[in-house]
C-alpha cells in the first residue's frame, strides 16, 4: 500500500530564506507527483505537477525535484515571503485510468516578516 | 471560468439527518473526485467518477452515495450522517489522465460538514 510522508510537520523560517520541503513515498512505481497550497480554511492549489519521467519541473521561486528510486521528492522555495505561509501538500497518482491520488498530511509553513 | 465549485460551504447536521453536497465545474473535465480532509490524516478519497453515469469506490466509501448524472456535476450524499463524518469534504477534477498534461486536479473550496 502506497504511504506518503511529509516531514517535517511545521516549518517556521524567517523572510528572505531559502527552504526545502520534504516528501517520501513507499512505493516507487508511480504515474506522477503534485505539490499543492492549501490556505487556511480554503481548497487546495495546484503548484507543479512532477510526471514519473521528469527529475523536475519549475515555477518562478518554486523548483520540485523528483527522484523515484528513492522514493523521494522535494520542493525548493527561493527567497521566502510572508505570502508563502500556508500548508504544502505532496500526492502521488499511482497511474492506470483514475488519476486516484495519495496524499502526505502536509507541512505547515509560516515565514516570519 | 468559476473552475470548481460546492455547496454548501458550511452544514451542522445532528446524527442520523440525511444532506447532499453538490460540486460543479465548467471546465469539461471527465474526471471528478470527492475526498475528506481530517486533522493528520491528510486528505482520502471517498468515491470518484471518470465518466457521466459511472462512479466508483474510493479508500473511505461506506456511509456516502455519489451520482453524476451530468458531466458537470459530482454529488455526494450522506443518507444517515454519523459523528464520524465530521470533517472537511473537498471536490476535485481533472481531464482524461491519457491526454498530454491531463492529470493535474483542480479542488474546490470545500465544505465544512459538523454532525452533531
Known amino acids: 500500500k502506497q504511504e506518503v510522508t511529509q516531514i517535517p510537520a511545521a516549518l517556521s523560517v524567517p523572510e528572505g530564506e531559502n527552504l526545502v520541503l520534504n516528501c517520501s513515498f513507499t512505493?516507487?512505481?508511480?504515474?506522477?507527483l503534485q505539490w499543492f497550497r492549501q490556505d487556511p480554511g480554503k481548497g487546495l492549489t495546484s503548484l507543479l505537477l512532477?510526471?514519473?519521467?521528469?527529475r523536475e519541473q519549475t515555477s518562478g521561486r518554486l523548483n520540485a525535484s523528483l527522484d523515484k528510486s528513492s522514493g523521494r521528492s522535494t520542493l525548493y522555495i527561493a527567497a521566502s515571503q510572508p505570502g508563502d505561509s500556508a500548508t504544502y501538500l505532496c500526492?502521488?497518482?499511482?497511474?492506470?485510468?483514475?488519476?486516484?491520488?495519495?496524499f502526505g498530511t502536509g507541512t505547515l509553513l509560516a515565514v516570519q516578516p | 471560468n468559476a473552475g470548481v465549485t460546492q455547496t454548501p460551504k458550511f452544514r451542522v447536521l445532528k446524527t442520523g439527518q440525511s444532506m447532499t453536497l453538490l460540486c460543479a465545474q465548467d471546465?469539461?473535465?471527465?474526471?471528478m473526485y470527492w475526498y475528506r480532509q481530517d486533522p493528520g490524516m491528510g486528505l482520502r478519497l471517498i468515491h470518484y467518477s471518470v465518466g457521466e453515469g459511472t462512479t466508483a469506490k474510493g479508500e473511505v466509501p461506506d456511509g456516502y452515495n455519489v451520482s453524476r448524472l451530468k458531466k458537470q456535476n459530482f454529488l455526494l450524499g450522506l443518507e444517515s450522517a454519523a459523528p464520524s463524518q465530521t470533517s472537511v469534504y473537498f471536490c476535485?477534477?481533472?481531464?482524461?489522465?491519457?491526454?498530454?498534461?491531463?492529470?493535474?486536479?483542480?479542488f474546490g473550496p470545500g465544505t465544512r460538514l459538523t454532525v452533531l
Open positions: 476535485a477534477s481533472s481531464r482524461n489522465s491519457f491526454l498530454a498534461g491531463g492529470n493535474e486536479q483542480f
Open positions: 512532477i510526471q514519473s519521467s521528469q
Open positions: 471546465m469539461n473535465h471527465e474526471y
Open positions: 500526492a502521488v497518482e499511482k497511474g492506470g485510468a483514475t488519476n486516484k491520488l495519495i
Open positions: 512505493d516507487s512505481a508511480i504515474y506522477n
